[in-house]
């Protein structure tokens, strides 16, 4: 459950480990966060620094002057390579959003070898996409975690069909033939329960990240990202049927922004995060008008080495914006976390057995940086 999720198009699913490293990260986080001790989540961070220090040459050399960086430098870790779900930020650092207040944001490239979550906490990052199963599996291992804002109001797993074989509601999957990889079964089998639906209704089959065996009508259903598989399939011309779980019992926030309570009580890393969030938000507010832009950038610049095209880019930015808007984001600003928003998410977080609560989300930066917004 993450935002680095819709940051691909048609055919990166196909690309051998690179791509099971990228759901592992999205969809449980920070895989060994779940598996193992904390020393062993930590041991991760000499490789992911070494990795992202290298990878992230090129999109940090694209950073504007802007105004004088008075607050500072800092850095954002993706969860992934550039992707249009990244659009806002690239927008804030393309037009300097970041720099006009006050901070320096170097954005630093995610990808296999790339786990954000020990490097925030061993302090190599100052904010790091993630999801909240892995800030609740970092903070039961002792990790300093909290979210500060949440950029996909809405859940983005799904169930994808095809136009012509729909399933639109829960009922729709009894007798039918679901691929679910491996990684989503906890996910998978909440949805079942909260749905009262007993897997014998239907089978279960394990899926890789290969979708064809859905566009050839081998399987019935798919376990997808509305950001994700979905836009990739439009962008070969198959048209798509979604079942989306935040309709039908497992409300989420994800791709969030996670950084440390260290960095909240801290003085002047607390202005940076506030002017962070307040580019950010600026950024994400012209993606939502114009996705395309977005979707140039990731193309022409950020992702320029990745074989991305501008017709999937841009189905991609449509899709993220529509899971980045909610009625509370209407009424209050980008990244509100609600406080029905956060009690769903820890709901839908114990229906897959992972323990979270209320501390894990903090408010108050979002509060000080939406005045700065309006002010810009």
Known sequence: MSRSTGRTEEGLLARGGSALSRRSLLRGGATVAAAGAFGTFLA??????????????????TATGGAAASLGSMSLQLGWIPGAGYSGSFIADSKGYYSGQGVKVTIL???PSVSGMPLLISNKVQVAFSDP?????AIAQGGDVKIIGAGYQINPACIMS?????????????GKTIGVGASDDAEWAAFLKVNNIDKSELTTVPAGFDTSPLAAGQWDGYLAYLNNEVPQFAAKGIKTAVLRFADYGMPSFNDVYAVTSASLNDATARKQLVAFMAGEIQGWNVALTDPKLGAELVVDVYGKSDGYTLNGELLASEATNAITVSADTKAHGLMYMSPAGIAGTIKTLALTGVTASESMFDTSILAEAYPLVKSS
Do not use: F, M, R, V
């Open 133 to 137: 199963e892995t800030g609740s599996a």
């Open 44 to 61: 991760a961070c000499a490789s992911s620094s070494s990795s992202s220090s290298s990878a992230a040459a090129s999109a940090a050399a």
């Open 162 to 174: 095809l136009a012509a074989k729909p399933i639109t509601t829960p009922a729709d999957l009894k």
């Open 109 to 111: 490239p995610g990808g």
